[in-house]
Nanobody
Framework: QVQLVESGGGLVQAGGSVRLSCAASGRIYRINDMAWYRQAPGKQRELVATITSRGSTNSADSVAGRFTISRDNAKNTVYLQMNNLKPEDTAVYYC???????????????WGQGTQVTVSS
């Protein structure tokens, strides 16, 4: 059994900063790519940022230059540092990890429970 537990959401004013964390635990052999997604009310879930096991990152155009994804492999944790937040960043943020539970395929996608980030204007 693998679990992803997120923390760090909340209410913040526009222009402020928030740091999200997501820790993976359980039967883990290797964590491959990790990512953050978000879903605003009435909208589809969208990809925010990704990071490979070696630390290569990509982010959506809407957050580039404001959000930074990072990870601590020793702690099985991925972070999302969000700066200069805007009201349109308001959403439930979900972490995602592609995890191998054995030293051979397949790997599986796991999701956190989601954490609400609300940006007030």
């Amino acid at each position: 059994q693998v679990q992803l537990v997120e923390s760090g959401g909340g209410l913040v004013q526009a222009g402020g900063s928030v740091r999200l964390s997501c820790a993976a635990s359980g039967r883990i052999y290797r964590i491959n790519d990790m990512a953050w997604y978000r879903q605003a009310p009435g909208k589809q879930r969208e990809l925010v940022a990704t990071i490979t096991s070696r630390g290569s990152t990509n982010s959506a155009d809407s957050v580039a230059g404001r959000f930074t994804i990072s990870r601590d492999n020793a702690k099985n944790t991925v972070y999302l540092q969000m700066n200069n937040l805007k009201p349109e960043d308001t959403a439930v943020y979900y972490c995602n990890a592609r995890i191998s539970t054995r030293p051979f395929p397949p790997e599986y996608d796991y999701w956190g429970q989601g954490t609400q980030v609300t940006v007030s204007s």
